[in-house]
């Protein structure tokens, strides 16, 4: 099986910086795609970023210029630099990545626990 976790999360104050990181764990052949959603409670879960293993990337619109995400393929690890951060990025990150475990076998879509993030203004 296949294991996302997460760490780096916690509060801070309007205009400072987290780093989020991830790290896949379990039988993993590749991993296509690894990224961060965020979600509050009674919402539905959106997307913050996403890479690649070819190194393409995605940012909403909310994050761009402030966010950067990074990934390791070889140690299937991606981190989520967060920078110039505002209230309105308070909530429970997750970790997503779409991984193949064996040849033969479809990308699979895997989860983290989540992370909160609180930002206080």
């Known amino acids: 099986q296949v294991q996302l976790v997460e760490s780096g999360g916690g509060s801070v104050q309007a205009g400072g910086s987290l780093r989020l990181s991830c790290a896949a764990s379990g039988r993993i052949m590749s991993s296509y795609r690894m990224g961060w959603y965020r979600q509050v409670p009674g919402k539905q879960r959106e997307l913050v970023a996403t890479?690649?293993?070819?190194?393409?990337?995605i940012y909403a619109d909310a994050v761009k210029g402030r966010f950067t995400i990074s990934r390791d393929n070889a140690r299937n690890t991606v981190d989520l630099q967060m920078n110039s951060l505002r209230p309105e990025d308070t909530d429970v990150y997750y970790c997503?990545?779409?991984?193949?475990?064996?040849w033969g076998m479809g990308y699979g879509d895997y989860w983290g626990q989540g992370t909160q993030v609180t930002v206080s203004s």
């Open positions: 997503n990545a779409l991984i193949q475990q064996s």
């Open positions: 890479a690649t293993s070819g190194g393409t990337t």
